[in-house]
Every structure is written in structure tokens, then in C-alpha cells.
């Protein structure tokens, strides 16, 4: 057998399955790797390995290894809860908070029969596309030591990238697992609102952050977002009312069948036009052309089409982003002069807004949500670049004029945010490869509920281009 971390994560569980590896050497591979990469990526703010021993330990003796993760290597957010383990939210001000409770997508995975090896790096609470906190060193993504992994789960995509996980689970609010995908040469995937039950996006501020995978294959990504959704017995335990549309069927299936035909649009304009001035790198043009390219070829219907501008998605989006750091703990001076200053600004621009200000940017989202879904409706999905830009150099980010750090992580990552605040699924596939090497990618937007359609193209494409046989120069 080739070494663990060469293999797919889906090609590593048929190997447990097969007992040719056990979780417990699976497990040690994987904190080998660790020990010897992390230094240089940031991909790890704490490793957990004697935790990790005893709970492959215990995967081997007492999971059933039907489950869908049994044995399989992942780690947690260092924004999500696990009990007894540091939890910092990329932040000082959490620099000793140990919780004696896991979050419900933590659970989830060991349910699923997964072994955590410790906390992927974050920017503090999350809140940026770029992973460069005060509270630890800088996730780089590993074609680059000099560039930046992008954000907010800039950590797990480095590990994954890197070869010191088979996959991870993030967060994406804005795009964080997209921007990093892109970054670090990824497929990235996020939900559509509802559809992960323990990452659901229904009970935060504008529905806006969901759970959702990144891995270095379309297969892997199902097979990682199958368990998110459904980590006992293939029933998914559905917290809220509210959920995605869908049947029950095994996302994975359409990842490794890759059928159909569909109608794309293809689409350079964003919500963000009326605000910024945003313009598409060469590098990103290459990669939407290959992608075109890619799809015509497979016969796929291509039609061009743009978005009706709309004033009110600009203000409104700052709105809420302010007022979700509102809720940071943070209350006396000495707490709030631990935190970044754009925390700080968020922060106090947050606390500031009053109730009138929030009702109005949470409505003016939603009637964005139903226009924007209803411009797209006659598509089955929509092509757009993944970023505008190449991966940005570590220390690009204005670390003190709040508005021009927003300005610039706008102008990168102007195609995510929108998907968020429509509920809308989106895959970031890891298309193209610069002449200096780096990854630049695109975005499939779906339908409510349309991940297998997005994981159906995502496999066509990659059985095309083979991206998952490109290595990164910081992980060999």
C-alpha cells in the first residue's frame, strides 16, 4: 500500500474497511506529519495527540466500523467546542478558555466514527477571509509559504492541502471554506442552509454560517459532508423545522457516479459591483476559461449571465457583520484591548447599530435571497470565478483602517458572500494551475438544496483536469 496520506481520504477508508491500516496507524501517520509540517504552515494551533491514541483506541474497540469516518483522521475549528480541549476562536482574549462541552458538529463526527488530532487554525472569532490572528502564527497555504490560506477555516485547508489530514470539516460564513479551497488548491464545499443539522445556518444572525467540508477530491468532500449530515445509521437528526430540500440519498453516490447534463450560466458580475471596484485577475479569467472550456467539452449547456445590481446588498451585508461581533465577550477595557483592532471597530460598530438598523439589513437580505435565487432559476448551476485574485501574500491585509481592510477582502473574495445570504450550496473546485504554481479555482453556485447536482459536475471536471495529482511543494 502507498503511504496513508497519498491516498484519498475515501481510498484510506476502503483500507481500514480492508484492515490493511488501523485507525490507531492511521492515526500516528497523520501526527507524524504533524509534527514535522506544522511548524512552517500554522495549519495547527493545538495538536491533541495522546487524546487522538486513546481515541483511535477506542474507534478500533468499540465503534461499529460500519460508520461512516470509522478511523478516519479530522480536527476541529478552533471556533467550535470540544469538551476538555483549548478552545481560542483565534483570539487572546480566550487564551485559557477550556469548555466542558463539545458543539453539536463535534459530536456529530465522533459519532461518525471519526479521531480528532486537535483545533485547525482561525482568525479571531472567524470574522475575516485571511488567517493571520495575534493569537497564533499565520496559516500560509503550502504552494507558498509566502502567501496566505485565506479564512476563516485558512487552518483546516492547509492541514488538508499539506497531506497532515485526509479531510476537514469548516465553517463558512462569507466563504470560508470556499476562499481557503481556492487558496490552497481544494474542493470546498458549502451547503445549502439546513442541510448540515449541527451546522444548519438557521439559528445565526442572517442564516448565514453553515458547516460544510474541504478535501482534496469531490468523492472526499461527500463522503465528509454524508457524515456531517447523517452520522448514525444514515438518518439525519433535524434540530429546526426549517431544512434544505433533498431526499436522503447518499451524497457520495453522485460524487463517484458523475452523470448527468445541465444547463450553466456562466457569471463574472457579483453583488459587491455597486460598492467596489472589482476586477478579475488574468489568473482567475485562465481558470473560469479552462472551466468553460472543460464543461463544453462535456457537453453541458453554457449560457453567459449577470446580476441585476442591487444598492441596498453592500450596506446591508456590513450591517450584519458588525452587529455579529456585537456578542463577543468582551465588556471591561482590559477584555476589549486584547482583542485586533478590526475586532475592536466591528465590535464597537456593532454594539452601536440599533434595532431599527438590524430589521432593516436582515430584510433587505432576505429580499436580495429571493431575487437573487429567482435570476438564477433557470439554471441547474452557475459558473463564477472562485476568487478575483491570486492567493494574497501574508500581511497583505490593512491591520488597522478597518475600511480598507474590508474594502480589500471584497475585492479577493467578491463571489462568496452572496451565497451565503441566499442559502444557496456552492462548490469551489481547484481548476488551474498558475505558471508560478499556484492554485486558482472556480465556483459552482446550485439550486436550494442542489449539492448533488454541484458534486455530479465537480467529479466530471475532476475526472477531466486530475487535480488531485497536483502536490503541494511544502508537503513532501
Known amino acids: 500500500m502507498a503511504d496513508p496520506h497519498e491516498l484519498t481520504a475515501l481510498e484510506q477508508w476502503q483500507a481500514l474497511q480492508r484492515r490493511e491500516i488501523s485507525p490507531s496507524e492511521l492515526t500516528e501517520h497523520y501526527l507524524s506529519r504533524i509534527e514535522k509540517f506544522n511548524p512552517a504552515l500554522g495549519a495547527f494551533v493545538t495538536v491533541t495527540a495522546d487524546a487522538a491514541r486513546a481515541r483511535a483506541r477506542f474507534v478500533e474497540e468499540r465503534v461499529p466500523s460500519t460508520a461512516p469516518l470509522w478511523g478516519l483522521p479530522f ?19 480566550f487564551a485559557d478558555y477550556l469548555p466542558d462541552r463539545s458543539d453539536d458538529l463535534v459530536q456529530a463526527l465522533d459519532d461518525a466514527g471519526g479521531v480528532s488530532l486537535g483545533k485547525t487554525n482561525t482568525p479571531e472569532f472567524g470574522l475575516t477571509s485571511y488567517t493571520e490572528s495575534l493569537a497564533s502564527p499565520p496559516a500560509r497555504t503550502p504552494w507558498n509559504l509566502a502567501l496566505g490560506a485565506g479564512g476563516s477555516s485558512g487552518g483546516a485547508a492547509v492541514a488538508v492541502a499539506a497531506r497532515l489530514l485526509p479531510f476537514a470539516p469548516g465553517s463558512d460564513g462569507g466563504g470560508s471554506i470556499r476562499i481557503p479551497a481556492a487558496a490552497c488548491g481544494l474542493v470546498g464545499l458549502k451547503p445549502s442552509r439546513g442541510r448540515v443539522p449541527a451546522a444548519s445556518g438557521i439559528d445565526k444572525l442572517g442564516g448565514l454560517p453553515v458547516g460544510g467540508p474541504l478535501a482534496r477530491t469531490v468523492a472526499d468532500a461527500a463522503l465528509l459532508l454524508d457524515a456531517m449530515i447523517a452520522p448514525r445509521d444514515g438518518h439525519p437528526d433535524h434540530y429546526y ?18 452523470e448527468g447534463r445541465f444547463q450553466l450560466g456562466v457569471m463574472t458580475t457579483s453583488a459587491w459591483d455597486n460598492d467596489y471596484s472589482i476586477e478579475i485577475a488574468p489568473e482567475a479569467q485562465e481558470a473560469l476559461d479552462l472551466a468553460v472550456a472543460g464543461f463544453a467539452a462535456l457537453h453541458h449547456g453554457l449560457e453567459e449571465t449577470a446580476l441585476v445590481p442591487d444598492p441596498s446588498y453592500g450596506p446591508a451585508f456590513r450591517t450584519i457583520w458588525q452587529a455579529g461581533a456585537a456578542s463577543i465577550p468582551a465588556e471591561t477595557e482590559a477584555e476589549i484591548a486584547l482583542l485586533e483592532p478590526l475586532t475592536q471597530w466591528l465590535l464597537t460598530r456593532g454594539r452601536n447599530l440599533g434595532a431599527r438598523d438590524l430589521a432593516e439589513a436582515l430584510a433587505a437580505l432576505t429580499a436580495f435571497e429571493r431575487s437573487f435565487i429567482q435570476q438564477l432559476s433557470k439554471f441547474d448551476a452557475v459558473l ?18 478597518a475600511e480598507a481592510n474590508f474594502a480589500q477582502q471584497v475585492q479577493y473574495t467578491p463571489f462568496t458572500s452572496m451565497i451565503n445570504v441566499s442559502g444557496l450550496p456552492a462548490i469551489v ?34 475526472r477531466r483536469i486530475r487535480w488531485q495529482d497536483r502536490v503541494p511543494p511544502e508537503s513532501a
Open 429 to 462: 473546485l481547484p481548476v488551474h494551475q498558475t505558471e508560478n504554481g499556484l492554485p486558482m479555482g472556480v465556483q459552482l453556485i446550485g439550486r436550494p438544496g442542489g449539492e448533488a447536482t454541484l458534486l455530479a459536475l465537480g467529479a466530471q471536471l475532476e
Open 241 to 258: 423545522a426549517l431544512r434544505a430540500p433533498g431526499d436522503e440519498t447518499p451524497l457520495l453516490a453522485a460524487a463517484v457516479r458523475g
Open 75 to 93: 480536527a476541529d475549528k478552533d471556533l467550535h467546542l470540544r469538551a476538555g480541549v483549548h478552545t481560542g476562536f483565534g483570539s487572546r482574549l
Open 384 to 401: 463564477t470565478p472562485a476568487m478575483a485574485m491570486t492567493p494574497r501574500p501574508v500581511g497583505w491585509y490593512d491591520a488597522h483602517d
